[in-house]
């Protein structure tokens, strides 16, 4: 009887427990909805409207600790969640987002409120983060459409018996293969720092079979990002197994491969693992900024690398160089659809252009517009006003009343062919008259179109399934007639800066960072959060 007395004493306290830690919660959100400050102990919480809704919903129970005999712990999924905390650098985040010393200092002293409501700000934040980037890209970039996806993250992160919490939150992650290859590598550099990373003198060049004593540096460096075997072997020499391994290196690195180490290969040496790793997790935030799919036959423009890649059932079909806009015209960064081609066109100079470049040009050569096949029309006229009429030196960008049309030619700054998919930007793919620019390394020349270095064979690509061959092409091109061409089925483009990747074989490639974004991405994703997130995920 005693026995029976005691059992239904200690049950009704965990009732007492279970009903008392239940109305805790619930009169905490209810404060926070009244407009006091949404705070668990002592730190604010980034979610609150979220972090409500779930508690809400699961009908204001603790989410991370369970009743052991009247004892309160963590359970197995909390254990778990907050590993995956502690580790969260791996993901090229930091843990302090997501309340990690706040949680560490309130399980010591066994508030378990509090670290329940921060563990669940922490869970939504962070899955907020893997779904669609911790950084607002358009408050660095203003030419940067980001593409995020959508879910409702509440629901996908109630408990439902479904998969455990942390393979929940790594099913938000970007599904693309790019992505998981990337945190392969920043794990990597983290587990292998480098001790010591000495700056290399840049000058002077070192040639094959020259003697410098800068050479042991540069082979250990090489041993420690694969290019060259893990022999310990002294190289007093520039002999050939370094200079292969050099050649590597300036693959990797979108460099010329000609094995001389000269400045800008010993710039990128001299770039240290943490440096890169860093790099790697600027890149890791551009993947969360993306869609979801980026289809089973798509174009990749990737700027930092001047190229263009066609890929179709997840292989490279068609790959070539391209040229991109100047520091100072960037060719911006989204997504689009290309829907048709124009052989032989016209080329309408943008405003900006014809008042910047264009008008200096004209006023300095009288025979410019006749010499480069231009015609000039007033705005909104399609009637030609003869150039030899104008008073080209009364005019400046203030008052330029005239539209310029580049006719069908050699000397078309299109050249011969344009890849149409219409966007905000004026955006477009074209040939060029000005071939020789695809020698050089960096290819920042235009004015932020992206010029391709054989159009030919892209449009021969493209037009294959609608019976138009090379030949076709090249009669269209002969007969020099303007002619528009609608593709089928329109092409999914996606244009995109990534300076840091790992293709399929596993070999890991930097870029240069032609237009500086890397820098404010970095600094901005280490900036803790502070406060609430202007950011909510609502159902639907």
Known sequence: MIRLIKQLLLLSALFCSHVSAAESLRQQVESWHAGFAAEAGGAMLHLPQDTARFYELSGFQYRWSVNSAGVLALSDEANALFDFLGNIHLEGLLAVDYHYPALQAALARQDWLAFDLLMTDAHLMLAHHLLKGKVDVASLNADWVANPRTRDLVQHLL??????????????????????????????????PASEWPALAVSPKIEPGASDARLASIAQRLRYWGDLSDEDRLFNQYASELVDAVKRFQMRHGLKQDGVIGKATLTQLNVTPAERARQLVANLERWRWLGEDFGHRFLLVNIADFSLTVYEAGQPAVRMPVIVGRHYRKTPVFSDRMRYLVFNPTWTVPVKLAVQDKLPDIQKDPDYLSRMGFKVYPHGSQVEVDPGTIDWATLTPRNFPYRLVQMPGPLNALGQVKFMFPNR??????DTPARELFQEEDRAFSSGCIRVADPMALAEYLLADQGIDRATIDQWLAEGAIKTVNLKTAMPIHIEYWTAWVDREGTLHFRKDVYNRDAPLIAALAQPLTGQVPVQDTPG
């Open 425 to 430: 930007y004026d955006v477009y793919l074209h």
């Open 159 to 192: 408990p439902n018996g479904g998969d455990p919490v942390v393979e929940k939150l790594t099913a938000l992650r970007p599904s693309q293969a790019r992505y998981d290859r990337l945190l392969s590598r920043l794990a990597w550099l983290t587990e292998h």
